[in-house]
């Protein structure tokens, strides 16, 4: 069986995708598994290799050049086309692939019309995303219930000389809306050095924003604070998420980097309900204020809302307290 699988991004996702990856390669000895993926994913996930897994990392294609290009590489035929990706860009990818079976989303969630571009989908229901990966790789009989997490590091990542015991906090997420508050990360941060003795390492990528937020934290507080934001590799972070005792995060890939290292995650879920893009093995640390987002800000019910319904306001976020992470943290650390 030769498999085709296309999920680009982002890096959060792709996270999601790899356990079951590994699954349908464990379980299906006779396959081949070639992942189309996003460059800046496939640094985070390079060394996670397998004799049968095949990655080819690519930009997302968009000129008429570009799909060319991409058809030839993709070359052969497949038995298997996992269309995990529902956007414009990923879609027309789909029409140049030579597969019998095409699976894709269901309607609800085939963005974009991706429902054009395959003849199989996943059932719809109101469930996390790593769940909906795992319907794909049920379509080909393969048992999810015991996966592996882990993303496989080299041996060669920088450790930054970081303190034996640290808390990680990585505090933006890609959109602003999404982000919590400065001086509310400061409460936090001061609150594990005083109780705990416990330095903060803050994480996050190159952006603008990232580098403002971590510098506007980092220059409020008066305990040790590392600020890593901007300075590591992909793998770098999850080598220094894999060494915290404990990540705090918003909605953002390097909660779901810190998940898939096992490392406790305190996820801040506001703008969009967790129980579709939480960290998956640690529901019970998520703080989840988005049905009163919804009630308070929307003004509607949250039990009648769409499924892709998202408060895009800023004070979604500040209806998470520092008293609701400080008891996340009490519980992570009870025995510390």
């Known amino acids: 069986m030769n498999i085709l699988l296309v999920r680009l991004s982002a890096i959060g996702d792709c996270t999601l995708v790899l356990p079951v990856v590994r699954a349908i390669l464990e379980q299906k000895p006779e396959a081949t598994l070639t992942w189309l993926i996003g460059k800046d994913a496939y640094q985070l996930l390079k060394n996670s290799a397998h004799p049968r897994l095949k990655f080819i990392a690519i930009d997302k294609p968009r000129t008429l050049t570009d799909y060319r290009s991409l058809k030839r590489k993709l070359g052969e035929s497949f038995d298997v086309l996992l269309a995990m990706q529902a956007s414009t860009r990923a879609n027309l990818i789909y029409p140049?692939?030579?597969?019998?079976?095409?699976?894709?989303?269901?309607?609800?969630?085939?963005?974009?019309?991706?429902?054009?571009?395959?003849?199989?989908?996943?059932d719809f229901k109101n469930e996390h995303l790593h769940d909906s990966f795992c319907q794909f790789a049920q379509k080909l009989g393969v048992d999810t219930d015991d996966l592996d997490w882990r993303i496989s590091l080299s041996e060669d990542h920088k450790k930054f000389n970081l303190p034996q015991?640290?808390?990680?906090?990585?505090?933006?997420?890609?959109?602003?809306?999404?982000?919590?508050?400065?001086?509310?990360?400061?409460?936090?941060?001061?609150?594990?050095?005083?109780?705990?003795?416990?330095?903060?390492?803050?994480?996050?990528?190159?952006?603008?924003?990232?580098?403002?937020?971590?510098?506007?934290?980092?220059?409020?507080?008066?305990?040790?604070?590392?600020?890593?934001?901007?300075?590591?590799?992909?793998?770098?972070?999850?080598?220094?998420?894999?060494?915290?005792?404990?990540c705090i995060a918003p909605d953002t890939g390097p909660a779901h980097i810190a998940n898939a290292m096992a490392t406790p995650v305190i996820g801040l879920y506001a703008v969009a309900p967790s129980r579709l893009s939480g960290p998956y093995l640690f529901r019970d640390l998520t703080i989840d204020k988005f049905e009163l987002a919804v009630e308070t800000l929307l003004k509607k019910d949250p039990k009648q809302v769409p499924w892709r319904t998202r408060v895009h306001d800023r004070q979604a976020m500040e209806l998470i307290t520092v008293s609701d992470v400080i008891e996340k943290i009490k519980q992570v650390l009870a025995n510390f």
Not at 100 to 120: C, H, P, S, V
């Open 96 to 122: 140049m692939v030579k597969a019998r079976r095409k699976i894709g989303f269901d309607n609800t969630r085939a963005r974009e019309l991706q429902w054009i571009f395959t003849n199989e989908a996943i």
């Open 165 to 246: 015991r640290y808390i990680a906090i990585n505090p933006a997420a890609s959109k602003l809306e999404r982000s919590w508050s400065e001086q509310r990360y400061v409460d936090v941060i001061e609150y594990c050095a005083d109780k705990y003795n416990l330095p903060t390492v803050l994480t996050g990528g190159p952006a603008h924003s990232e580098l403002e937020l971590a510098h506007e934290i980092s220059s409020q507080c008066s305990t040790q604070v590392i600020n890593l934001v901007g300075k590591t590799s992909l793998q770098q972070l999850a080598a220094t998420l894999d060494d915290a005792l404990l």
